[in-house]
């Protein structure tokens, strides 16, 4: 692989503390050498040294690749109906989660893995260069591992969400589903996986099952990560730092006690902006846990039902408009945030070392992500090194 030059930049996010200028580790009239796949130089232009290859950012942003670390993108079927009916009143519920099973479990395999690919490549359009997938649209043993396999064709970030909601098959016998989501079912999908995440909520399941869940999980080496404190009050941002999870998400309804447990622990705290947007619920206050202390994640949460976009630059946003957050911080949650959601310390940054994940925008600054919403920023995306989306010869308008 042959070493890129990315020359003129404007404003370089490295999010480096090396490179430390604010929270995002801004270098402004920067330089960035990619080698190998990797991140083999950073700072002012002047001291830039020679590569094979050569790109003139002309002035414009560069910003790490963003890290989503929470999305459904195993499925099928289309929820459209069910959106339209919550925007003129219809109050969001856990249940719909059975619809998308419905038409999962009737698909193909060539669909389901022509959906995933759909959605990868419009992720990576809006400059996501890693993902986090999970299983869960399918809660019978086969269509589980079938989900796993198809998403470890297009991440390493594979997370086994058996428990994302009882079946109908299972509604009058929801401990035999618990059962069985302890027993056979982890027991075929663990070697295909290496999180695992329960939806702990009303309509889903409580908290004695959620630590029995997770417990199956650790057991056989996954590591934990919760669905928590969506709908209402419950106990899953505690069960979280309980199990030491790596995140905890959604986290909208929280108490004073469950703040101080996140401050305390290293779980992330990973909001979706997205999901209040489209179930038209309260945000999450993400002013509330970074003052304290907390480290906050934003992801896409894409899936069909309760927020169905892969783009991180809206999830930006509508957390700096409605959930209180900065650009910056906004940005840095987006990227190191969801690194930090992911145990991730190659990505979500822009330091000598890292893997050489880039977003060139066509904006003289990363605040534009949210000071222009809905324009398309996103010129060209490099993952690994490679141009993987967009364009180093044109410039939008």
């Known amino acids: ?192 996986a290496k999180w695992i995440d329960v939806f702990c909520e009303r309509g889903a399941f409580d908290g004695d099952q959620t630590r029995k869940i997770l417990t199956a999980g650790v057991e056989r080496g996954l590591i934990p990560r919760v669905h928590a404190n969506q709908l209402g009050p419950g106990p899953g941002v505690q069960i979280a730092v309980e199990f030491g999870a790596a995140s905890a998400d959604h986290a909208t309804f929280l108490d004073d006690d469950d703040i101080a447990a996140l401050a305390s622990g290293t779980t992330v705290a990973t909001l979706l902006a997205a999901t209040e947007f489209a179930t038209r619920t309260p945000y999450p206050d993400a002013r509330r846990l970074l003052d304290a202390g907390v480290t906050v994640a934003l992801a896409s949460n894409c899936n069909p039902g309760s927020g169905f976009t892969t783009n991180l630059p809206f999830c930006i946003a509508v957390a700096v408009r409605d959930m209180f957050m900065t650009p910056d911080e906004a940005l840095w949650s987006a990227t190191m945030g969801g690194a930090r959601a992911l145990r991730r310390t190659d990505v979500g940054h822009l330091g000598v070392g890292a893997r050489a994940d880039a977003v060139l925008l066509d904006a003289i600054s990363h605040v534009h992500l949210a000071y222009r919403p809905g324009v398309p920023l996103v010129g060209a995306v490099w993952r690994g090194g490679e141009l993987v989306a967009g364009s180093v010869g044109d410039r939008s308008s």
């Open 1 to 192: 692989m042959s070493s890129l030059l990315i020359d003129n930049i404007g404003a370089l996010v490295t999010n480096d503390p090396a490179q430390q200028s604010g929270l995002v580790g801004l270098i402004e009239d920067a330089a960035i050498v990619f080698d190998d796949g990797v991140v083999a130089w950073v700072g002012p232009r002047t001291g830039a040294p020679d590569a094979d290859d050569r790109v003139d950012a002309d002035g414009r942003a560069v910003i790490p690749g963003f890290v989503d670390s929470h999305s459904h993108l195993v499925f099928s079927g289309d929820r459209s109906a069910e959106f339209a009916a919550r925007m003129a009143g219809k109050p969001y519920s856990a249940g719909g989660i059975n619809t998308t099973v419905n038409a999962t479990r009737a698909a193909s395999t060539d669909e389901l893995r022509a959906n995933v690919a759909r959605l990868i490549a419009e992720s990576r359009r809006s400059g996501t260069t890693t993902n986090e997938c999970k299983s869960g649209y399918g809660l019978t043993v086969d269509t589980e591992v079938q989900s796993l396999q198809l998403a470890a064709e297009f991440t390493d970030e594979i997370t086994f969400l058996g428990a994302h909601l009882v079946p109908q098959e299972y509604a009058d016998r929801p401990d035999d589903y618990v059962d069985l989501v302890c027993t056979a079912m982890v027991d075929a999908c663990a070697p295909a």
